[in-house]
């Protein structure tokens, strides 16, 4: 679990309650005990759990979590992840934003996991990207790993990745790597560096000018990525990205790749439906 959710946390109870949830305070009275489950409705995979776990300790410690699933379990409608007993005002201030959390990660686990099962029998992997909900990347990039994908990088700082506006504003490839590389020797990081072709002869430059980690080839056709990778020889790792649909992607891992980045498993995903209902 990534170091700041527990301030994070703080944040996200702040924004949802305010100076008080004071519909609950208002018609609960303070003593009153409840017992809320988890219902999923839809079938996928869950993920959150174990941040939910935390969502509840954060709020009222007393509360008390009976666990049936856990994150990367399949599930369907009518399972049951888990049970919360407790304070009935604190089941109420709680449940919307552990719903929120459960919903979104579980609709990115799921299509993740659809997404890795089309690349099943071949060597490649499927990668998240940065095209993440601002505040909620840590969640999302879990999510993804949940459900069987790969993080590319976290952020701008835990990789080099130079693209094609980098490479334009550096003056070409040659510049743009030995600029990273140079950078890289005099401030003594060690990160991998990773170089975005939008053609052959970006390509050829890249391999000639060398000291990269991996090559992401842009927008190119699956006849051009399969003769790519035959060019590279397995030199450095290839990432196919731009274009890739749910459709085209097993056609693209088949082409030798080493990876494929997906922006879908995390900027337009479905929540997975559930609910959090009320025990009698």
């Given at each position: ?45 869950v ?11 954060a709020?009222?410690?007393e509360?008390?979590?009976?666990q ?15 049970v ?31 997404y ?10 499927v ?38 506006n ?22 003594g990081?060690n990160?991998?560096i990773e170089?975005?072709?939008?053609s ?28 790519a ?7 450095v790792?290839?990432?196919s ?11 693209y ?28």
């Amino acid at each position: 679990m990534f170091d700041n959710l527990d301030e994070l946390i703080k944040l996200w109870f702040a924004e949802d309650i305010g100076d008080g949830d004071h519909t609950t305070l208002s018609s609960i009275p303070a003593d009153a005990m409840g017992k809320q489950q988890l219902i999923i409705k839809e079938e996928g995979i869950v993920a959150g759990i174990e941040v939910a776990k935390r969502v509840f300790a954060a709020f009222d410690p007393e509360l008390k979590m009976t666990q049936y699933l856990k994150d990367g379990d399949r599930v369907k409608p009518g399972d049951v992840a888990f049970v919360v007993e407790g304070r009935t005002q604190s089941l109420l201030q709680t449940e919307r934003l552990m719903l929120n959390i459960m919903q979104r990660m579980s609709g990115v686990a799921t299509r993740t996991a659809e997404y890795v099962k089309l690349v099943e029998g071949t060597k490649c992997r499927v990668l998240d990207t940065r095209k993440t909900t601002p505040g909620l990347r840590m969640l999302e990039k879990e999510a993804v790993r949940i459900g069987g994908g790969c993080n590319h990088r976290i952020g701008l700082f835990d990789m080099i990745l130079l693209k094609d506006n980098h490479v334009d504003f550096a003056g070409g490839i040659a510049n743009a790597i030995r600029r990273a590389q140079e950078y890289l020797k005099e401030k003594g990081k060690n990160l991998k560096i990773e170089i975005e072709v939008r053609s052959f002869a970006e390509l050829q430059e890249a391999l000639e000018t060398g000291g990269i980690d991996r090559i992401m080839l842009d927008n190119f056709s699956p006849a051009d990525t399969r003769k790519a990778v035959e060019i590279i020889g397995g030199r450095v790792e290839v990432e196919s990205s731009g274009g890739i649909t749910y459709d085209t992607l097993r056609e693209y891992a088949e082409c030798g790749v080493d990876v494929i980045s997906v922006g879908a498993l995390t900027h337009s995903v479905k929540s997975l439906d559930m609910s959090f209902k009320a025990v009698k």
